[in-house]
């Protein structure tokens, strides 16, 4: 099973920007569509982003296009959330998330499509 480790999180001013890495270990990094959640206070988790298994294809929330890019580096095991323009609308613990794919431009934006989850890392953004 593979596993997930998000750093990058913290504390913020609105406009500023973040950037989340989330590093995979114990699988095939490259046989995984990977993706971004998070949860806001007194929120449900909710879809952020998603990246297909070679690169090619992105999704996004429409609350965070053009202001959010995921990218990842399967030489690194790694998946990025670059975000920028932070507002405080976005304050949330943040998972990464890894889903089985057997096609390399398949991407998911529901929950149920991953198998394994990161811990979470917090971004908190301040007005």
């Known amino acids: 099973q593979v596993q997930l480790i998000e750093s990058g999180g913290g504390l913020v001013q609105a406009g500023g920007s973040l950037r989340l890495s989330c590093v995979a270990s114990?699988?095939?990094?490259?046989?995984?569509?990977m993706g971004w959640f998070r949860r806001g206070p007194g929120k449900e988790r909710g879809f952020v982003a998603a990246i297909s298994r070679s690169g090619s294809r992105t999704k996004y929330v429409d609350s965070v296009k053009g202001r959010f890019t995921v990218s990842r580096d399967n030489a690194k095991n790694a998946v990025y959330l670059q975000m920028n323009s932070l507002e405080p609308e976005d304050t949330a613990v943040y998972y990464c998330?890894?889903?089985?794919?057997?096609?390399?431009?398949?991407?998911?934006?529901?929950?149920?499509?991953?198998?394994?989850w990161g811990q979470g890392t917090q971004v908190t953004v301040s007005s």
């Open positions: 998330a890894a889903g089985d794919a057997y096609r390399v431009d398949t991407y998911y934006y529901t929950d149920d499509e991953y198998h394994s």
């Open positions: 114990g699988g095939i990094f490259s046989s995984y569509a």
